[in-house]
């Protein structure tokens, strides 16, 4: 049978019996428990990887990846008792991303915790290009590729700019403080990818459940709740994109849907691959934008004299832009496992061993950028920082990301130029993803 007539959506699981369900949530409870229990004792001793996952250090982090850049540059890549190797330095970053021997799963292709029995800690949700290799990423890349083509990209320009305005004149028209990431960071980035998915009615609030959902599925799973929190999520969104699939199929149009569809007919991807891309979609263009919107007012008002500038000269937005992604980019880290032994400057791996990659570090690296830890709208990059990671596993999105800050910031400074705090910050806590989830703000 081909491709084109499988089923989209996956059959049934046969049925737990209530006992059954208890149990399972028993053991993967205790299976968890005891995985942060032994992290949190391992950072309490000092070790400052295992401190990147627990609180109070994650809440802000740059400290640590401070210690770790110093401590790789007296001893070689830090060695960490939870099992992994930590790079921190802009080049030692920088080599590990685009060396070819190293990928995101382990060498004979299986997922980097291996396959067993119940969900995986810390891979409990398909993510597409997140989480394979060449030659299998390089195929379905090319798949979703045309999305990003520059004709496509004006096209999201002008829904950018358009629902940056529907947005701001809503908030700003109540008079009072407003929520910048529940009334602006989040929706924008939403409505810009029903565009380039078409999905017609687009709820928003619906895909922001799903989009923090599958994007908290970074993390790791963290409790029994959180893998039926995901499940749901997976579900619903298969349904909506399973139902698209047959659309497109019957009626194609120019959209990425459509694009997938036909991969599926033409036997070029089977339907659950382009299900997981569908959902690598709304997750990575949904979390970065959100995010660098959220971190880059938050960096600009802790700044002083930033956001006047900004607000003086809003074309300064596009500067806005890469200044955050150095400064406090969205996606602080990302992991590589050794595909054969392997020797990269101060870093030794052995097959399938693995070695945490801490992107955020690298771009406060003051060899690279001086005075790293300032936030200057003004400042000219000595080097690319790394924010979008790097070799074949590049951020796709990247230009819509760079594309939808770039006219939300410009649009916010122009339209509301004396913004400022109204409240406290609520903070993301999280290692991987970084950003405010909710930012109270008047103008």
Known sequence: MSAGHDTVVAPAAPPRTATGRLVEDVVLGARIGAMRAGGYVLARRGDRVARLLHRPWRLDPYPVYAELRAAQRAGGAVRSRTGLAAVATHSSVEAVLRDRRLGVRLSDGRSRLGEGDGPSLMEPVDLSLLTIDPPDHTRLRRLAQPAFAPRRLAHYREVAEQVTGELLDAALARGGPFDLVTELASPLPIRVISALLDVPDVDSARFARWGLALGSSLEGVRSPSHV???????????????????????????????????????????????????????????????????????????????????????????????????????????????????????LRLRRDSGVLVLLASANRDPEVHPDPDRFDLHREQAAPHLAFSGGAHYCLGAPLARLEGEVALRLLAERAPRLRPAGDPVPRVATVLRGPLHLPVTA
């Open 228 to 346: 039926r929190e995901l499940t749901r999520a997976t579900d619903d969104l298969r349904a909506l994109f399973g139902q698209l699939l047959e659309q497109r199929r019957a009626h194609p149009g120019e959209d990425v849907v459509s694009t997938l569809a036909g991969a599926v007919d033409g036997g070029t991807a089977t339907p659950d691959e382009v299900l997981a891309l569908a959902q690598l979609l709304l997750v990575a263009g949904f979390e970065t934008t959100t995010n660098l919107i959220g971190n880059a007012v938050q960096a600009m008002h802790r700044t002083p004299g930033q956001w006047a500038a900004l607000a003086a000269d809003p074309s300064l937005a596009a500067a806005a832009v890469e200044e955050t992604l150095r400064y406090d980019p969205p996606v602080q880290l990302t992991a590589r496992f050794a595909h054969e032994d392997v020797e990269i400057g101060d």
